[in-house]
């Protein structure tokens, strides 16, 4: 098993099974959905009681955006819903950074507003550390994949272990 933060090779590199999240395009490959991570912006409520609170999304360029930049699409634009449709707000702030870890504790500190998947504040959000803003109106839902090769059929064991790990996190899908 390897625990990577990057996009692997799943062929080139090979992997029997990568767990994936966003857009998949290559066609090279099987991908079978496990469940949707849905995003959330949230801050801590100290940040939230010197700078106000966020009552709609244009709002948010009057504030410091943690950016997280391992986002496969712009780090900048945070993607909204209005009246059923998607639009990114470009926004903008003094912290970016490839590890979702170092921006949650960034959001925990005070430092601003963080664009992030739910289950990474989950526990954060119902301890009351942060709080989720604007939550009807965030627009950012990427699949969550369990993907393997086309070429080759799966063994048994990889098929059994895509199950369980597909019913491992519905047993936990409130987190997404």
């Not at 994936?20 to 090279?28: A, E, K, P, V």
């Not at 994949?145 to 063994?155: D, E, N, T």
């Amino acid at each position: 098993m390897s625990l990577e933060n990057r996009f692997v090779d799943l062929i080139g590199e090979g992997y029997d099974l990568v767990i994936r999240t966003g857009h998949l395009d290559d066609s090279n490959l099987i991908a079978r959905h496990i469940l949707d991570s849905h995003w959330t912006i949230c801050a801590a409520p100290a940040y939230i009681s010197r700078r106000g609170k966020p009552q709609v999304p244009e709002d948010l360029l009057e504030h410091n955006c943690l950016i997280y930049s391992y986002q496969e699409s712009g780090a900048r634009d945070w993607l909204f819903n209005r009246y059923g449709e998607v639009y990114p707000l470009r926004v903008s702030g003094n912290f970016s950074t490839n590890n979702a870890a170092a921006l949650r504790r960034a959001a925990l500190a005070g430092h601003g507003l963080a664009y992030v998947p739910r289950c990474l504040v989950y526990s954060d959000l119902q301890s009351g550390q942060l709080v989720e803003l604007l939550p009807r109106q965030v627009g950012k839902i990427l699949g969550i994949y369990a993907v393997y090769s086309y070429s080759r059929q799966p063994p048994r064991k990889i098929k059994l272990l895509i199950e369980y790990i597909r019913s491992r996190y519905m047993d936990i899908k409130h987190y997404f």
